[in-house]
């Protein structure tokens, strides 16, 4: 039984590394301070937003939390004189949304806890460091022979993960590294099958995987013991930090980093894939290589956090990873990573966006080449090498490594089998996720195109051509409706359906008044008397005075019955009523 019998208060199943996006909807004065409600969004769903109201006072603490970063953020100064004047109001109100865009777009910043804690309270209130140290002394009544030294204050980028220095009272003189960390929501092993998965870790002794001395889970969280290492990892050699300091101290604006040397990059490299070959021959997952999961110690690479798959916390690449639907296996998703600590081993600082096409001033044609082969854009949408064609690469094939002999870990079958179920829901969460980022972006794309200044002139463009095509079919129909015409009877019927007529244009006749004859065939001048052009008397019929008005004299469509525009033309009326008497010409 693991003494971490209690379900600890501050498991969340969240994933931390989903991007969270702020906007300031509007401000509101109160009777001596100005609120600015802020509109927060995790991920691509709108549903899936809050508000926060938060006053300068609040930006202005959450900038002096994050000074530690050593960069210099666009928050407005203060003004104590004519702070709620409507224009400054404005101008303040874009400026602090400028200050949240720096924030929020920053790789390290955006997942801090100050930052979390000022955008999403409700899901980040909890004291971590509290429970931590419950569950620490727990441990300690537990086990006598360990003895604290030192919290490791923010040492890590997770929010839910705290360390502490401890000791052996055995071996005073050295140094170990206890972990607390909840369990995160790509946990799908079982508690019996995670306990047997953590005690194999224990068990591993191999030159590319840092060892693991204990392990205790419960239902929610996990605490760790592994060596301290004095250099730190690969990141701290790399921005020459000390590995005790806070994390945003050590990577935000690091002063002095540098990137390594070829024979190292091209060691280190390969001492790293073969830490991956291992893991994926074994079928054990990782997806969780960076440069700060990478310890260095007399010129060899270890794997560190090795059971951070199985704990089912996220990757710190996650945001950059789940926009590119070819990495969508935890194999993949370890090269991703790889092809990022290769960079960061060649430039002295992880690429600044995914993909990178340009790669100036590598100390050899051979990194580039495996650059690009991870990291370009027809790789990321193409596909990326396995970690055994990385291996069989000019830059790596000829490494020779002191330990020559096949490594492999014996995983029990059935641990195997849940392993195996683990890493496919964990794939099937991450493909899930994939989808739904890639349906959003079609979306975007399609609205700013619609939107686009280039999209509305085509779209007039097309109204005018559908226009002028409208009116000529018009003009066609009306052309041929008025030759078919042109051969009738004049004694037709009166209540043919003819088009639509404005009914103030027949009300303004007498109902007495003779109506036109027939549609003739030629346009007839007054002055004219050609007996030629006459039309047919109209006493000849009580309806031949009925005629088949055309939507280009009335400027309509639809039709009406003739009989019912005028009065004078009701079924029943006298001849007479009618104007029987023939038009004259």
Not at 63 to 77: D, Q
Request: hydrophobic share 35%.
């Amino acid at each position: 039984m693991s003494f971490m019998e209690k379900k600890s208060p501050g498991r969340l199943l969240l994933d931390d590394t989903v991007p969270l996006t702020a906007v300031i909807e509007a401000s509101q004065n109160l009777q001596s301070h100005t609120e600015y409600i802020v509109r927060v969004q995790r991920g691509v769903s709108s549903e899936n937003s809050w508000q926060v109201i938060r006053r300068y006072s609040d930006f202005d603490v959450l900038n002096s939390s994050l000074m530690v970063c050593g960069i210099a953020l666009p928050l407005p100064p203060k003004k104590l004189i004519g702070n709620m004047d409507r224009e400054f109001i404005a101008e303040r109100q874009r400026g602090l949304q400028a200050f949240l865009d720096s924030i929020t777009q920053h790789p390290l910043l955006s997942g801090s806890l100050p930052v979390k804690k000022f955008l999403d309270p409700n899901n980040y209130s909890a004291n971590y460091t509290e429970i931590a140290l419950q569950q620490v002394s727990m441990f300690f009544r537990s086990d006598l022979k360990w003895e604290v030294l030192e919290p490791l204050k923010d040492n890590g980028w997770r929010i839910r993960k705290k360390y502490v220095l401890i000791k052996n009272k055995e071996q005073p003189k050295e140094r170990y590294l206890l972990s607390w960390v909840d369990l995160g929501p790509d946990k799908f092993l079982s508690d019996k099958d995670l306990q047997a998965a953590m005690k194999l870790l224990t068990t591993l002794s191999t030159p590319y995987l840092c060892p693991l001395l204990f392990s205790s889970t419960s239902e929610s969280s996990a605490l760790l013991i592994r060596p301290f290492s004095e250099r730190g990892s690969l990141r701290d050699h790399i921005c020459k930090v000390k590995p005790t300091e806070s994390y945003l101290k050590k990577y935000c604006n690091p002063k002095k980093s540098q990137g390594l040397q070829l024979p190292h990059i091209k060691l280190y490299g390969r001492q790293i894939l073969e830490g991956l070959r291992l893991l994926h021959g074994s079928g054990v997952f990782f997806g969780h290589l960076h440069a700060s999961n990478v310890i260095v110690e007399d010129d060899v690479c270890r794997l560190v956090d090795v059971e951070n798959g199985m704990l089912g916390v996220p990757s710190v690449l996650r945001p950059a990873f789940t926009q590119l639907r070819k990495i969508n296996t935890t194999e993949s998703i370890d090269v991703f990573g790889f092809g990022h600590l290769l960079y960061e081993m060649t430039y002295g600082r992880p690429p600044d966006a995914v993909p990178v096409d340009q790669y100036p001033d590598v100390p050899d044609s051979a990194v580039a080449s495996v650059l690009q082969s991870i990291l370009s854009t027809e790789a990321c949408k193409n596909g990326m090498p396995t970690v055994s064609q990385l291996i069989q690469t000019p830059l790596f094939g000829d490494v020779r490594l002191q330990l020559s002999e096949k490594l492999q870990i014996k995983v029990p079958s059935r641990l195997k089998e849940a392993l195996k179920a683990a890493k496919e829901s964990l794939e099937r969460r991450l493909q899930e996720e994939q989808r739904v980022i890639h349906q959003h972006r079609r979306l975007s794309r399609a609205r700013s195109h619609h939107g686009s200044e280039e999209e509305r002139k085509r779209r007039k463009v097309l109204a005018r051509k559908k226009s002028r095509r409208s009116a000529f079919e018009n003009e066609e129909d009306f052309s041929v409706r008025n030759n078919n015409n042109s051969g009738r009877s004049p004694q037709w019927k009166g209540e043919e359906l003819i088009d639509q007529v404005d009914l103030r244009f027949w009300s303004q006749f007498p109902p007495h008044m003779p109506l036109l004859p027939h549609p003739p065939t030629h346009h007839r001048n007054p002055d004219c008397s050609s007996s030629s052009s006459s039309p047919p008397s109209t006493s000849s019929s009580p309806d031949a005075g009925l005629v088949l008005l055309s939507s280009r004299v009335l400027g309509g469509r639809r039709s009406h019955r003739l009989a019912d525009l005028h009065p004078g033309l009701q079924k029943g009326q006298t001849e007479e009523g009618r104007g029987s008497a023939p038009l004259t010409s």
